[in-house]
């Protein structure tokens, strides 16, 4: 069996010098991201957006350091290649650069991440700067940034005009400039996009920002058909897994209603001789009583 090498940020790096594009994907458990890093995934995050797909809540907000550690070690253990990317949740960094780094090292040491993903642009320049001196590669994430949604006016596309995108790319050029690796922009024009590309000397990705970024990233419960809340402008659906669960979960139901589950073929049978000795000791047991 051929040896899948962990990537790396050179690894990552280098797929941008020859024009590859990077995959992305979040999970968030062991399961999926199995399926996701035989798939050939190259990068995974472990989203904050768990706190919805996983666990119902209305926003991110809901998600917790704990809840974020124990489901990124979960991912971390099925990735043998894909890099993975841990998402800082909400009040875990914004506090102070004490606070940030402390709970950055816990995703690498005890969740065993590759990275961290916090959002914000300028504003988080000085929080990110910190993270990185203490040996903890960042990712930024500008454009919508669903923890800030109501500073920001919703859910909704950012940078959609002159001066707003023009924020952007000063947000962009200062999260470079504090040391990021790499900046995810979320749902903002793509040719504001393709401008950031063309000045970013860092690895850009998109989610839903256009095709120019030099890699996608969406969410694995989006393109499963799995979140039912809502669905972005920019997904794309990849499969109805919801239905072939529904439609199996409702044939279950049918089966042990009818008593057609469990067949004798799901069942455990008792050696003749050993149910025999059994019926005796039952005979003898009942005789005495």
């Known amino acids: 069996m051929e040896e899948r090498k ?61 809840f974020m550690v124990t489901i990124t070690a979960a991912v971390c253990r099925a990735a043998t290649r894909a890099f993975v990317v841990g998402d800082m949740p909400y009040m875990s960094y914004q506090p102070s650069d004490e606070v940030a780094i402390r709970n950055a090292g816990r995703f690498i ?16 320049a000085d929080r990110i700067r910190a993270i990185v001196k203490a040996g903890i590669p960042v990712m930024g994430h500008i454009g919508l940034t669903p923890q800030a949604a109501s500073m920001i006016g919703g859910l ?34 793509a040719k504001v996009a393709e401008l950031i590309v063309e000045r970013s000397k860092v690895i850009v990705l998109s989610i839903g920002s256009g095709p120019a ?18 669905t972005p402008k920019f997904v794309k659906k990849y499969a109805d897994v919801a239905s072939v669960m529904l439609q199996a979960f409702q044939n279950y139901i049918k089966d042990v209603k009818a008593g057609k589950f469990p067949a004798p073929e799901h069942t455990y049978a008792i050696p003749k001789e050993e149910w025999e000795a059994l019926a005796e000791m039952a005979r003898r047991s009942t005789k005495g009583s």
Not at 38 to 45: E, Y
């Open 109 to 124: 040491a005890e969740g065993g991440a590759d990275a961290v993903k916090l959002e914000g642009g300028a504003r988080m």
């Open 213 to 230: 970024c030099h890699g996608q990233l969406l969410i694995v419960h989006d393109i499963l058909s799995l979140f039912e809340a809502f």
């Open 156 to 189: 909704k596309a950012q940078g959609r005009s002159a001066r707003a995108a023009q924020a952007l790319l000063d947000d962009a050029q200062a999260l470079e400039e504090a040391g990021v690796f790499a900046i995810l922009l979320e749902a903002i024009p």
């Open 6 to 66: 962990k990537l790396t940020i050179p690894d990552l790096q280098a797929m941008v010098e020859r024009k590859e594009k990077i995959t992305f994907l979040t999970a968030y458990d062991y399961p999926t991201a199995l399926l996701e890093d035989r798939a050939g995934m190259d990068m995974i995050l472990v989203g904050d957006s768990g706190a919805m797909c996983l666990l119902g809540h209305k926003s991110t907000l809901p998600a917790t350091m704990d």
